[in-house]
């Protein structure tokens, strides 16, 4: 666990860190899900999260998810997540 977040809202609130050593599991790096849609929606701004706003205790890794994303050429299919 570590204290604060830079670039989130929670600043100052203990959270926790992957033990991941940075890597992300290539199953969220194969295919876009609703979360990171809205993610990559919002520019990966944290106080318009919707999971941001629920403040849960953990470092959000979905901008490297997005990137990795991205990185892959895996493109968002709008089509998937709008009514």
Same mark, same amino acid.
């Given at each position: =666990?570590?204290?604060?977040c830079s670039? $989130?809202p929670?600043?100052?609130?203990e959270v926790?860190?992957?033990?991941?050593?940075g890597? #992300?599991?290539?199953?969220?790096?194969?295919n876009?899900t609703?979360?990171?849609?809205? *993610?990559?929606? #919002?520019? $990966?701004? *944290?106080?318009? *999260?919707?999971?941001?706003?629920?403040?849960?205790?953990?470092? $959000?890794q =979905?901008?490297k998810? #997005?990137?990795?994303?991205?990185?892959?050429?895996?493109?968002?299919?709008?089509s998937?997540?709008?009514?």
């Amino acid at each position: =666990m570590e204290k604060g977040c830079s670039n $989130c809202p929670n600043k100052g609130a203990e959270v926790f860190v992957p033990q991941t050593n940075g890597s #992300i599991s290539n199953s969220l790096i194969q295919n876009w899900t609703q979360q990171a849609f809205e *993610c990559y929606s #919002i520019n $990966c701004d *944290c106080a318009l *999260c919707s999971i941001d706003r629920k403040k849960y205790s953990f470092v $959000c890794q =979905m901008p490297k998810v #997005i990137k990795e994303l991205l990185k892959n050429n895996i493109q968002p299919d709008i089509s998937l997540f709008t009514g």
